[in-house]
């Protein structure tokens, strides 16, 4: 006898926009005491720390960050042990094509939103290396994805969700000071942003992989999503906003882009500078056209032009065919079989780019667990 699903929750406007008031009360109240104990100069010197020593807690911490530490490591009672290592092994099995399908389809997808791109350009023109962006998310889908790295006590996994949590609310608390930023983006990093962005990491890498010809099931879908909603609590976002299905997660993510999605010029210059730090990182120039290929055929016509993917180099892409090893693509790219050819081989090269890159100043390197260098094939000793 079929098992019957639960209903699918409908998101409204009406339900969403009061989510763009709302942040994080329990990150929020630590940088709150840690601004009002030493001000800009003592979140400085904590972003500093952790930029510095990401794995483990960094010693020395203040008393609120501290406290912060030992209160937000607990899992929720919902966590179920055997989805989350059905999700790791998902991971494990196509973590090239999730990687490729993060930076081509969920990091664009964010950039559609009006009303929460601006906060991500903010930190972007503060950052002096915007190609570390690329790779210190990948980091952070490796440490949460690998195995344990949800479970296990102490685990990177948990540690980078904790430090992230605490890069928001200082966002929050700071953004809002900058000459640029209006009202009517709503609170920096809110609630809707927040689950939003999730579900770029949860529905939307699963849709991806889907687009590209990868046959996933059920378990496999319903087993990543709820991983993501595990981090989604991890981060401070209100459990009753977590997807309870896959269904649900794409339901949410369909409703905010009707809420919030449109052409913006933050979303276009965070995009073309996404395609130009791929460019630069693939080897050679072979994979030169790919980016705008990928984002094009994710994203769909509408949403690529809003970030400013036209459709233009098609038009050379069938005048000068795409080739890969011994692969040869033309402008026929609408078919996953296609794209899941380009897409094995792009992810495979991003994996192998991003190890290289220097991410600067006292930065570690890229970490890639040793069983998952060698199931990926990734090109790197140390």
């Not at 090269?349 to 100043?361: C, H, K, Q, T």
Request: net charge negative; glycine share 8%; aromatic share 8%.
């Amino acid at each position: 006898m079929a098992t019957s699903r639960p209903p699918i929750r409908s998101w409204t406007a009406e339900i969403l926009q009061p989510l763009r008031t709302q942040g994080d009360p329990l990150a929020d109240a630590v940088i709150a005491e840690l601004f009002a104990d030493g001000g800009i100069a003592a979140m400085n010197s904590l972003m500093q720390s952790f930029v510095a020593n990401e794995h483990p807690v960094p010693a020395g911490l203040p008393v609120p960050v501290q406290r912060y530490f030992e209160q937000a490591t607990v899992l929720p009672p919902w966590a179920d042990s055997a989805r989350i290592a059905a999700g790791e092994d998902l991971f494990w099995r196509f973590g090239p094509q999730v990687v490729l399908t993060l930076i081509c389809y969920s990091l664009p997808f964010c950039y559609l939103g009006r009303n929460g791109v601006p906060v991500l350009a903010l930190t972007n023109r503060l950052s002096s290396n915007p190609t570390r962006r690329i790779v210190e998310t990948a980091q952070m889908v490796v440490d949460v994805m690998q195995k344990g790295g949800l479970t296990a006590d102490g685990g990177r996994g948990r540690l980078t969700i904790q430090k992230v949590r605490l890069m928001h609310a200082t966002i929050r608390r700071l953004a809002p000071t900058a000459p640029t930023w209006k009202n009517d983006f709503g609170l920096p990093v809110n609630q809707e942003d927040l689950v939003g962005t999730m579900l770029a990491f949860s529905w939307i890498a699963v849709d991806g992989l889907e687009k590209i010809g990868v046959e996933l099931t059920d378990d496999d879908r319903e087993a990543y999503v709820h991983c993501w909603n595990v981090v989604g609590h991890l981060l401070g976002i209100r459990d009753d906003l977590l997807p309870i299905s896959a269904a649900e997660a794409k339901a949410l993510a369909m409703a905010i882009a009707a809420h919030q999605f449109g052409p913006t010029t933050d979303g276009q210059n965070l995009t073309s500078a996404l395609i130009g730090m791929l460019v630069k990182m693939l080897p050679g120039d072979v994979f030169d056209p790919v980016p705008r290929l990928m984002i094009r055929y994710f994203l769909g016509q509408q949403w690529a032009q809003w970030l400013g993917v036209e459709d233009g180099f098609l038009a050379d892409l069938a005048a000068a065919p795409l080739r890969l090893g011994e692969l040869t693509f033309s402008g026929a790219i609408e078919d996953s079989k296609t794209m899941s050819a380009i897409a094995e081989k792009a992810g495979q090269a991003v994996i192998d780019s991003i190890v290289y890159v220097a991410r600067g100043g006292n930065r570690p390197s890229f970490a890639i667990p040793l069983e998952l260098r060698q199931q990926w094939g990734v090109n790197w000793t140390s």
